[in-house]
């Protein structure tokens, strides 16, 4: 999923006003779940290691097959960061440079209903 800034700004405020309505808590610290995904193991590695430096928790990479049956690598980066929109925005700004620099996919962000 290849996004500009401002698109990911837009799809994090519908995600925020979903959690939001759904009644999550606005003044919890939230788990955010920096998703990124590449076939190349090397490429999504050194963007792991990037991340990692850059002070977020990196989960393991895991394998998941598409919906056409293609094989791919992918995993997290998680900070926790209150349900703000420029807080998330900033995580995804410094994020985008790094997926750039190695060619790996940024997939978004989620996150749990908090109550």
């Given at each position: 999923?290849?996004l ?39 490429l ?27 094989t ?15 807080a998330?925005m ?26």
């Amino acid at each position: 999923m290849s996004l500009n800034t401002q698109e990911w700004r837009e799809e994090t405020l519908a995600i925020i006003d979903e959690l939001l309505a759904d009644g999550s808590n606005p003044e919890a610290e939230y788990e955010i779940e920096h998703h990124f995904a590449s076939q190349d193991f090397d490429l999504l590695e050194k963007a792991a290691v990037d991340l990692f430096k850059a002070g977020y928790e990196v989960t393991d990479a895991e394998e998941m097959e598409l919906d056409d049956g293609a094989t791919i690598l992918c995993f997290d980066a998680i900070t926790q960061r209150p349900l703000k929109v420029e807080a998330i925005m900033g995580d995804i700004d410094a994020m985008l440079p790094i997926v750039a620099k190695h060619g790996v996919e940024y997939d978004g962000w989620g996150t749990y209903f908090q109550e």
